[in-house]
């Protein structure tokens, strides 16, 4: 690890994804009447979501969200039940909260965030969705002001981040290829981590351009073996849905798969699988649901504001090692925290 690890920053992303939460759980109590729905009984999650006519993205972000607000949980049958604290959501409680909570229903991004629900994403897609490019619709991604705001947008959570990250992988001799890997930063600082290594930056042509000036800057900051980066790193433009993948020893997905629904995440993990040479190994640096799927809080927010702008939510772990051994890798055990809510694991070939 780090001698002196960095301040972690999490504090600023939860008051900042709560936002999301706060809409989650008014939506869900005077749009969606998800507790007066389960006030007579609990329902298994299949069955309420079909009541609350919710497809299988919307109920995952929803439903693990209102149990790390602990206002549901799960009963000994695996059913979805109200709370002690959640029965002050109902109307048959008294008394109860639910005219202090409806002051806020008529909020614009409450509204919003019920209609998203309803129909699995926003109404209006016309302009494509924020960090997606899926075949041959618009994509922010492709648009060079867009690709560029998108891109230096993450920039500062990836410079803070991508040292800890590069400390928390295995230090060996290879190449990585760092699939949508955006600003570059965590191609940069591994290849600093590993002085023998090469690697390649895989994302679209727009978010390359970005990449590059971030190298260069990068290059020039006086780091031991920085100036020598940009021999060691190739940039790829393509789209990892379609386009072939070079062969490599390792695969970095950073805040990849939580931007897509489950078939593409399944079909991301089989792309990736094959591009690893025997021994490769697959790292995913992402912000994990519990596998009992009822947080933690900071995840569950996170997930809210994920499907609020991407195609995606956040994932269990559990759901990651089932896409990866599908795929035929083997899934290692470990849970290696970073920081900002993030974690590591990986797999290998
Ligand atoms: C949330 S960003 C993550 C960037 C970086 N890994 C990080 O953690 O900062 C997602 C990235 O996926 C890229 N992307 C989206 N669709 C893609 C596609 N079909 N092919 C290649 N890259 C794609 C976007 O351009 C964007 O840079």
């Not at 109307?91 to 919003?112: C, F, H, M």
């Not at 619709?137 to 993450?154: C, H, I, V």
């Not at 490599?248 to 699988?273: E, G, K, N, V, Y």
Request: charge should be negative; charged fraction near 20%; proline fraction near 7%.
């Amino acid at each position: 690890m780090l001698n002196t690890p960095p301040l972690d920053l999490a504090p600023i992303t939860r008051h900042l994804r709560a936002m999301f939460g706060s809409r989650l759980l008014v939506a869900a109590v005077h749009h969606l009447h998800v507790f007066d729905q389960l006030s007579d009984e609990p329902l298994p999650l299949a069955e309420i979501s079909h009541r609350l006519g919710l497809g299988e993205r919307p109920a995952m972000v929803l439903l693990p969200g209102l149990c790390a607000m602990e206002l549901l949980d799960y009963d000994e049958a695996g059913r979805l039940a109200i709370t002690e604290l959640g029965r002050y959501l109902t109307q048959s409680q008294t008394p109860n909260l639910t005219g202090y909570t409806g002051l806020e229903k008529d909020d614009a991004g409450v509204i919003e965030m019920a209609a998203r629900l309803r129909n699995d994403g926003p109404l209006d897609t016309a302009e494509g969705i924020s960090f997606v490019k899926e075949g041959e619709g618009p994509s922010p991604m492709d648009d060079p002001e867009l690709a560029r705001k998108f891109t230096l947008g993450l920039a500062g959570r990836a410079r803070h981040l991508s040292p800890i990250v590069a400390a928390s992988m295995t230090k060996r001799e290879g190449h990585l290829l760092d699939v949508a890997g955006g600003t570059g930063f965590y191609t940069y600082e591994w290849l600093l981590a590993n002085p023998n290594s090469t690697a390649t930056l895989f994302d679209r042509p727009a978010v390359l351009n970005v990449a590059a000036e971030i190298l260069a800057e990068f290059s020039r900051s006086g780091r031991p073996g920085a100036s020598g980066l940009s021999e060691r790193v190739s940039f790829l433009p393509g789209d990892m849905l379609t386009d072939e993948l070079p062969q490599t020893d390792i695969l970095l997905a950073a805040s990849l798969f939580h931007d897509w629904p489950t078939p593409t995440c399944q079909l991301l993990a089989h792309r990736f699988a094959s591009a690893l040479r025997a021994g490769g190994e697959l790292w995913v640096h992402d912000a994990f649901l519990n596998d009992t799927l009822d947080g933690p809080l900071p995840v569950t927010d996170y997930s809210a504001q994920l499907f609020w702008g991407t195609k995606g939510r956040c994932y269990s772990r559990a759901e990651y090692r089932g896409w990866l051994a599908d795929a035929g890798l083997k899934p290692t055990s470990e849970n290696i925290p970073t920081q900002m809510d993030y974690g590591l694991i990986w797999a290998k070939k």
